[in-house]
C-alpha cells in the first residue's frame, strides 16, 4: 500500500475552490488514490477515488497527475461544512486503507 | 451510498469488563470488514481485516486475544474489547468493502469508548 503525504493544514475562504494537494510517489500500478474525510467524532466519509484518470462527482474532482505520484483534491466552492480532515489514502487490491494523518482544511468565511 | 451501521455510539464501562461493538452492512453484503481505532488528535489506525467465515487477520502489535472479532455474516461483524482498562478508551470505527468492480470502503458512525 502506497504512503501518502499531505500537508498538516489548509485554510480557505468561503466560496472559494478548495485544492488539496497529495503525494504518492510509492504508489503501484494497481492502486487506487481514494479520498476521504472526516469530521470531529464521526465516521470517514468517502469523497471521490481514481486510478489514472481524472474524476468528478457532485462533491469534488480528483485531478491525478500522469506519472501517478501525485493527485488534487478540488472542492469548486468551499462552504464553512467542507472544514474537516481531509484523507488521500492509496488502496491495493486487499481493500483495506491505511491512512495517513491528512490535511486539517478549516474554510473561514 | 452503501450504509454501514455501528452501534452503540458511545460506550462507558468499569475496568475489567468486556464491551462489544456492531457493525452492520444494511443495504449491501460485506464479506470483508475492517476495524480501527483513533486516538484523540491523531488518525485511524487499522487494527484488523475480519473475512465472513474465517479468522480475523490482525495488524502487528494488535492483541487478538484482547479485541476478538466475529464476522459470522455477509452483513455483521462484532468487535468485542475483552477485559478492557483505560488504556483502552478510544475511538473505534469499522468499514464494510462494497461490492462492484471499483470496491470502496463505507465507515461506520464510530464508537467511542471510555473505560473508567
Known amino acids: 500500500d502506497a504512503k501518502t503525504t499531505q500537508p498538516t493544514s489548509m485554510d480557505c475562504a468561503e466560496g472559494r475552490a478548495a485544492n488539496l494537494p497529495c503525494n504518492h510517489s510509492?504508489?503501484?500500478?494497481?492502486?487506487?488514490v481514494y479520498w476521504y474525510r472526516q469530521i470531529h467524532s464521526q465516521g470517514p466519509q468517502y469523497i471521490i477515488h481514481?486510478?489514472?484518470n481524472n474524476e468528478t462527482n457532485e462533491m469534488a474532482s480528483l485531478i491525478i497527475t500522469e506519472d501517478r505520484k501525485s493527485s488534487t483534491l478540488i472542492l469548486p466552492h468551499a462552504t464553512l461544512r467542507d472544514t474537516a480532515v481531509y484523507y488521500c489514502?492509496?488502496?491495493?487490491?486487499?481493500?483495506?486503507?491505511?491512512f495517513g494523518q491528512g490535511t486539517t482544511l478549516q474554510v473561514k468565511p | 451510498g452503501a450504509v454501514v451501521s455501528q452501534h452503540p455510539s458511545w460506550v462507558i464501562c468499569k475496568s475489567g469488563t468486556s464491551v462489544k461493538i456492531e457493525c452492520r452492512s444494511l443495504?449491501?453484503?460485506?464479506?470483508?470488514m475492517f476495524w480501527y481505532r483513533q486516538f484523540p488528535k491523531q488518525s485511524l489506525m487499522l487494527m484488523a481485516t475480519?473475512?465472513?467465515?474465517?479468522?480475523?487477520?490482525?495488524e502487528q502489535g494488535v492483541e487478538k486475544d484482547k479485541f476478538l472479532i466475529n464476522h459470522a455474516s455477509l452483513t455483521l461483524s462484532t468487535l468485542t474489547v475483552t477485559s478492557a482498562h483505560p488504556e483502552d478508551s478510544s475511538f473505534y470505527i469499522c468499514?464494510?468493502?462494497?461490492?462492484?468492480?471499483?470496491?470502496?470502503?463505507?465507515f461506520g458512525s464510530g464508537t467511542q469508548l471510555s473505560v473508567l
Open positions: 481514481g486510478l489514472k
Open positions: 443495504d449491501f453484503q460485506a464479506t470483508t
Open positions: 468499514s464494510a468493502l462494497g461490492g462492484g468492480p471499483d470496491e470502496k470502503l463505507f
Open positions: 475480519s473475512n465472513e467465515g474465517s479468522k480475523a487477520t490482525y
Open positions: 489514502v492509496g488502496s491495493g487490491n486487499t481493500g483495506k486503507l491505511i
Open positions: 510509492t504508489i503501484s500500478g494497481n492502486e487506487y
